[in-house]
């Protein structure tokens, strides 16, 4: 079974004596990562915060009606209502003439992970930059990915939790991209069942 984030504990010391110990409720939906990725989200059910328009939005409740969501960093991530705005954004090469947002956003861009909620690469888009382990549901996108692209790196292992069990991983190199319907490397069918995502280098 993969070790999981457990409730921290909390000491409360009052003067020279122990007044109380005490474990916060619930599992913590902060993330741990490899490197320096992770989550702009503090413990809790607090979701991960985004910057979308300028203003601060918690992609647990909702996107908002943004299309694309990128983490640049553990605590910087950015919502946009295009392919387009976030090409500009990252500094990647504007679509080519002629080119469509959803034949760009299959590329992924260089540096980038990319989990799409359409099949094809298509719909809602969540992307990383980092190494780390990403649990979803902090993004809104728990068992909601339909196909993934790796665009660089070594290796993307997609996870479905099983409470009380051990839990299914699925392992992708890089330049991966397919629909998860039936993906090349596996018989089964990862559709919408994907809760984490790590990312991991060679």
């Given at each position: 079974?993969?070790?999981?984030?457990?409730?921290?504990?909390?000491?409360?010391?009052?003067?020279?004596?122990v007044a109380?110990?005490?474990?916060?409720?619930?599992?913590?939906?902060?993330?741990?990562?490899?490197?320096?990725?992770?989550?702009?989200?503090?413990?809790?059910?607090?979701?991960?915060?985004?910057?979308?328009?300028?203003?601060?939005?918690?992609?647990?409740?909702?996107?908002?009606?943004?299309?694309?969501?990128?983490?640049?960093?553990?605590?910087?991530?950015?919502?946009?209502?295009?392919?387009?705005?976030?090409?500009?954004?990252?500094?990647?090469?504007?679509?080519?003439?002629?080119?469509?947002?959803?034949?760009?956003?299959?590329t992924c861009?260089?540096?980038?992970?990319?989990?799409?909620?359409?099949?094809?690469?298509?719909?809602?888009?969540?992307?990383?930059?980092?190494?780390?382990?990403?649990?979803?549901?902090?993004?809104?996108?728990?068992?909601?990915?339909?196909?993934?692209?790796?665009?660089?790196g070594c290796?993307?292992?997609?996870?479905?939790?099983?409470?009380?069990?051990?839990?299914?991983?699925?392992?992708?190199?890089?330049?991966?991209?397919?629909?998860?319907?039936?993906?090349?490397?596996?018989?089964?069918?990862?559709?919408?069942?994907?809760?984490?995502?790590?990312?991991?280098?060679?």
């Amino acid at each position: 079974m993969r070790n999981r984030i457990k409730p921290g504990v909390t000491l409360l010391v009052m003067g020279m004596a122990v007044a109380a110990l005490a474990l916060s409720s619930g599992p913590s939906t902060a993330q741990t990562s490899t490197v320096d990725g992770g989550s702009s989200s503090s413990a809790g059910n607090a979701g991960v915060i985004a910057t979308y328009h300028g203003k601060k939005i918690n992609l647990s409740e909702g996107w908002q009606g943004a299309q694309t969501c990128a983490q640049f960093s553990e605590r910087d991530v950015r919502c946009y209502d295009s392919e387009a705005q976030f090409r500009a954004d990252a500094g990647l090469p504007a679509l080519a003439k002629g080119v469509s947002a959803k034949s760009a956003a299959a590329t992924c861009g260089s540096g980038w992970t990319c989990l799409y909620e359409g099949y094809n690469s298509g719909g809602r888009k969540l992307q990383w930059s980092e190494n780390g382990l990403y649990p979803l549901e902090g993004y809104d996108f728990r068992d909601k990915a339909s196909s993934v692209r790796r665009g660089a790196g070594c290796a993307v292992e997609l996870v479905d939790a099983v409470p009380g069990w051990w839990d299914d991983t699925m392992l992708l190199w890089t330049d991966y991209e397919d629909d998860l319907r039936d993906p090349v490397s596996s018989d089964e069918n990862w559709d919408n069942i994907t809760d984490e995502i790590e990312l991991r280098s060679c």
